[in-house]
């Protein structure tokens, strides 16, 4: 499968901690990237990866990518209760010439004040 | 502007009905896609275009059509839907291909009845 797998499914923190969440893929890819949704409306860009980009920091944002083992995680740093939303890992490949983005299942984070 | 504007934001429609979904952008981005999430679920790419080119179909049934009139507007006609058609579709947009995040609009929730 192209899809992402985000690990763990949900996670439920108390506003300040740090939340980490996971993504696991099988195909080869250009880059990586984050997005956030928040109640089933718009998804938000986060943040892209390259493939050959090992670690990446945006803000509170920082993302590792690491391409021998296929995984990706995302680490949010003194969350907010505004943070809460589901988190989608997506991963851009090329089949042949055409470039397709596949999203994971996404992880519910909740924050709690 | 940095958005992507869908109307409407909410549609109803019968099963003989035909309606259209309308996605615009102004930020010169010349690649556009259509997803469709249902709930809970990650969103899947059904179209995209490319410098107002059809380059990707992931096999959408042909009672969905889309169309890019040009390179700031998409539509998505719906002729003859069916109630598992009912979903959140999402269009998107980004500066090119590869190794640009998507900008989202915030979608039409549409419901087949």
């Known amino acids: 499968s192209q899809q992402g797998e985000e690990d763990p499914q949900a996670l439920s923190i108390q506003e300040g901690e740090n939340a980490t969440m996971n993504c696991s893929y099988k195909?080869?890819?250009?880059?990586l990237q984050w997005y956030r949704q928040n109640s089933g409306r718009g998804l938000v860009h986060l943040i892209l990866?390259?493939?050959?980009?090992r670690e990446k920091h945006s803000g509170r944002l920082r993302v590792t990518l690491d391409t021998s083992k296929k995984s990706s995680s995302l680490l949010i740093t003194a969350s907010r209760a505004a943070d809460t939303a589901s988190y989608f890992c997506?991963?851009?490949?090329?089949?042949?010439?055409?470039?397709?983005?596949?999203f994971g299942k996404g992880t519910l984070l909740t924050v709690n004040p | 502007d940095t958005e992507v504007t869908q109307t409407p934001k909410h549609l109803v429609m019968g099963m003989t009905n035909k309606k259209s979904l309308k996605c615009e952008q102004h930020m010169g981005h010349r690649a556009m896609y259509w997803y469709k999430q249902k709930a809970k679920k990650p969103p899947e790419l059904m179209f995209v275009?490319?410098?107002?080119?059809?380059?990707i179909n992931e096999s959408v049934p042909s009672r969905f059509s889309p169309e890019c009139p040009n390179s700031s507007l998409l539509n998505l006609h719906l002729h003859a839907l069916q109630p598992e058609d009912s979903a959140l579709y999402l269009c998107?947009?980004?500066?090119?291909?590869?190794?640009?995040?998507?900008?989202f609009g915030s979608g039409t929730r549409l419901t087949v009845v």
């Open positions: 997506a991963i851009l490949n090329s089949g042949g010439s055409n470039y397709k983005l596949t």
């Open positions: 990866i390259r493939s050959n980009e």
């Open positions: 275009y490319s410098y107002e080119k059809l380059s």
């Open positions: 998107a947009s980004s500066p090119g291909r590869y190794n640009y995040g998507y900008t």
């Open positions: 195909t080869s890819i250009n880059n």
